[in-house]
């Protein structure tokens, strides 16, 4: 079946770091791709989302692009911050419409 | 506008008692969707609700079951618990009008954070 695979961390960054998550994808068809992001406490917000091969995603500094010929969607940052700590999950939509998660990646920022 | 609201919080039950979790979704989404999130499993979907009716089910035992009402307004429940029941269960809702529109966005709650002793 379809699946997610990402890094595993925790990622420890110190701050204005470039941040690289991996995230690839095994899937038929062509489904749709999404980050979220979970802070503490919180539930998952959609940070960003590609729905067809060579769409970039972008929100708040992220970057993602849709690989098909890689099945990737590596998730992306300049230069993060303390206030990007968090778990980042990637996602697909698979052909029955269901989201696939990855296991998710936390990461910490130090100042 | 008022977010996805997951009541309770925090539950601590023991082992072979049920529970029942609430969910109310953001006005106007008419579809619910649950997942279990533990540390060693990641995300997991449980089912889907629109317009009252389970559109979608993900691989979890028949202890685990829900439903939706006519204002959107979901529960989930799950039956005779075991200790590997213990997770974080997050409810999201969405507009989704046409089943399973490839880019909708999910709005999720805070979660219940259910504890089986």
């Known amino acids: 079946g379809d699946s997610v695979t990402q890094m595993e961390g925790p990622v420890t960054l110190s701050e204005e770091a470039f941040l690289t998550i991996n995230c690839t994808y095994t899937a038929t068809g062509y489904p749709s791709l999404f980050w979220y992001v979970q802070y503490p406490g919180e539930g998952l917000q959609l940070l960003l989302k590609a729905t067809k091969a060579d769409d970039k995603g972008s929100n708040k500094g992220f970057e993602a692009t849709y690989r098909k010929e890689t099945t990737s969607f590596h998730l992306e940052k300049g230069s993060v911050q303390v206030s990007d700590s968090a778990v980042y999950f990637c996602?697909?939509?698979?052909?029955?419409?269901?989201?696939?998660w990855g296991a998710g990646t936390k990461l910490i920022i130090k100042p | 506008k008022a977010g996805v609201t997951q009541t309770p919080r925090y539950l601590i039950k023991t082992r072979g008692q049920q529970v029942t979790l609430s969910c109310s979704p953001i006005?106007?989404?008419?579809?619910v969707s649950w997942y279990q999130q533990t540390p060693g499993q990641g995300l997991q979907f449980l089912f889907e609700?629109?317009?009252?009716?389970?559109?979608n089910k993900g691989n979890f035992p028949g202890r685990f079951s829900g439903r939706q009402f006519s204002n959107s307004r979901s529960e989930m429940n799950v039956s005779t618990l075991e200790l590997g029941d213990s997770a974080l269960y997050l409810c999201?809702?969405?507009?989704?009008?046409?089943?399973?529109?490839?880019?909708?966005?999910?709005?999720f709650g805070s979660g219940t954070q259910l504890s089986v002793l």
């Open positions: 609700y629109f317009s009252e009716t389970q559109r």
């Open positions: 999201a809702s969405s507009l989704a009008s046409p089943p399973g529109l490839a880019n909708e966005k999910l709005f």
């Open positions: 006005s106007g989404h008419r579809s």
């Open positions: 996602a697909l939509k698979d052909s029955n419409y269901q989201l696939i």
